[in-house]
């Protein structure tokens, strides 16, 4: 009996798989993926030297990887439509272990930075299909855990990263912190393989969806978005470094990112059957707490990145003492993200999301009290509050975001979440990296004015440095102009430490700004169990 073309096919019927070991077989690649993002960067030295390049042409490393990733993550369903989600799941594991050995063995930037984007390809795939495929594992009441599960590879991975790195290059060659990913990630793609089956619904969904798309090919969006998406993150990476618009480069994809992503939207929204479904923002509770998401993650990795920089600038820390002192704030979110993900099914998320910003605001204040005389115990205190704080909000907003989206329609929302995420963190590094020398600048002249030579306490001051270093053996002449290079490096300290205080008291207030959006977070009545509504 023939068949006719584009007929759709049933698969024979599947006995259902422990939803635990779907959740492990997925979770692999998302946190090698995520571990991945930051782990180079206690290597860039020793990249720097094996490859024969200055440590701002290893910035490219980054950028490079980031771009990519930014780019896959919302054509994650166009591709899962016509070639199934399990497929490009596995697919995309499979780039990211083989670039990742490539990346091992490079010895030259333009090889690394090449290899670099084929792992970013890999990555950018697995964090939305991760989550839509535990969407559709998990019962509606088991969402919350579902979630919760997913934020730990997310958000505990890049924590991570700076502290594996390390301990690889104090104990390994630097290529083993690509030469690592090889192992888990085969292990990961004989788990997938094994244990994850596309449900029947959504292969029936994407079946017919794939035949309206190969009509209406939109090679137009696709072409404008990875432009787009491509020039943005370029500028959001180098920006800080390249001293903006002073830039021509800089400014030039400024320019070309705002044309190409404006013309993306119209072509998006006027296309018969768009490549990326932004009819998605549509949904405001979708729309709220992608925003909200893309808010914490700029939060999350301007205040990661600002608290290595303040102890190893300030307080002496070396680069592994430093990401030492921020795992604190992964096992907060280790203890935490899973009890959040019960509460979920029973207090409304706008309250937890209410209490998670009130929490991250409270640990910036606490940061803002930081001194030279700070100490691990310090610091540590201050990250675990916000180890807390971020765990109640990633769950329900991971969650209630997608409430109401269709299974059908969960990677085409996934990949949007994903990316507004990104692009958030990538917003929040560059404002910050920004601000950071503006405002030990300002704090700095502020400093200066008050150093008036003929002032009292400035002379006894100077004395004092000039006794002590006669005392080590110094002339008087040389002791008077190290006196003076002493003093001027206090200033810069103090100027220092008073831009970070401002810098944390800024991320603090700006992220109090999130509670309005959190009065949309009301999910569906079928999508929860019992609640307490504290309204």
């Known amino acids: 009996m023939s068949v006719a073309a584009g007929t759709y096919i049933a698969a024979p019927a599947r006995a259902p798989v422990n939803k635990w070991l779907v959740t492990v077989s997925v979770t692999f690649g998302t946190l090698m993926g995520a571990i991945d993002t930051s782990i180079v960067a206690v290597a860039t030295p020793h990249l720097s030297g094996s490859l024969g390049a200055t440590v701002e042409e290893m910035t490219w490393v980054t950028t490079g990887f980031v771009i990519a990733t930014v780019v896959v993550m919302p054509l994650t369903a166009f591709l899962g439509r016509f070639f199934g989600q399990k497929r490009v799941y596995l697919f995309s594991l499979a780039l990211f272990v083989i670039g990742s050995a490539l990346c091992g063995l490079a010895r030259s930037l333009p090889m690394m930075v090449a290899c670099r984007a084929l792992q970013g ?291 085409d929302a996934t990949g949007l979440n994903s990316l507004l995420r990104q692009i958030g963190g990538s917003l929040g590094l560059a404002a910050f990296a920004t601000l950071l020398p503006h405002f030990e600048q300002t704090a700095r002249v502020g400093l200066l004015s008050h150093l008036v030579p003929g002032r009292p306490e400035v002379i006894q001051r100077v004395n004092m440095i000039q006794s002590g270093l006669i005392a080590r053996g110094l002339n008087p002449g040389a002791a008077q102009a190290a006196a003076t290079r002493v003093m001027d490096g206090l200033i810069t300290r103090q100027a220092m430490l008073l831009s970070f205080e401002r810098m944390f008291v800024l991320a603090g207030v700006a992220f109090l700004f999130v509670i309005p959006f959190a009065y949309f977070l009301r999910a569906p009545a079928h999508t929860r169990g019992r609640k307490i509504d504290l309204h």
């Open 121 to 411: 390809l890999g990555a950018g795939a697995l964090q939305p299909t991760e989550q839509a495929i535990l969407r559709q594992t998990f019962p509606p009441e088991e969402q919350g855990m579902a979630m919760a599960l997913f934020g730990l590879a997310v958000v505990v991975g890049p924590a991570a990263g700076p502290v594996l790195g390390g301990y690889i290059i104090d104990n390994l060659n630097w290529p083993w912190i690509f030469y690592i990913n090889l192992p888990i990630g085969l292990v990961g793609i004989f788990m997938v393989t094994r244990f994850v089956h596309e449900p029947e619904d959504i292969r029936r969904a994407n079946h017919a969806r794939a035949a309206e798309q190969r009509k209406n090919l939109d090679w137009v969006g696709v072409l404008l978005m990875t432009g787009g998406l491509a020039t943005l993150q370029y500028v959001l990476e180098e920006g800080s470094r390249n001293d903006w618009f002073a830039s021509t480069a800089v400014a030039i994809c400024t320019i070309l990112a705002a044309v190409l992503l404006t013309a993306f939207v119209v072509r998006e929204l006027t296309a018969p059957v768009p490549a990326v479904d932004l009819s998605l923002f549509k949904d405001k509770v979708f729309l709220s707490g992608t925003l909200i998401g893309a808010m914490m993650f700029a939060i999350l990795m301007s205040i990661t990145f600002l608290l290595p920089l303040f102890m190893q600038e300030l307080l002496g820390f070396s680069a592994i003492q430093s990401g030492a002192a921020l795992m604190p704030r992964a096992f907060a979110m280790m203890v935490a993200i899973p009890i959040v993900g019960r509460l979920y099914n029973y207090v409304q998320p706008r309250i937890l999301v209410t209490l998670g910003v009130i929490l991250v605001a409270l640990s910036a204040y606490e940061m803002s009290h930081y001194t030279l005389d700070t100490g691990a115990h310090s610091v540590v205190a201050a990250i675990v509050i916000q180890g807390f704080g971020f765990s109640l909000l990633f769950v329900p907003l991971t969650t209630v975001a997608l409430a109401s989206i269709p299974r059908y329609r969960l990677t």
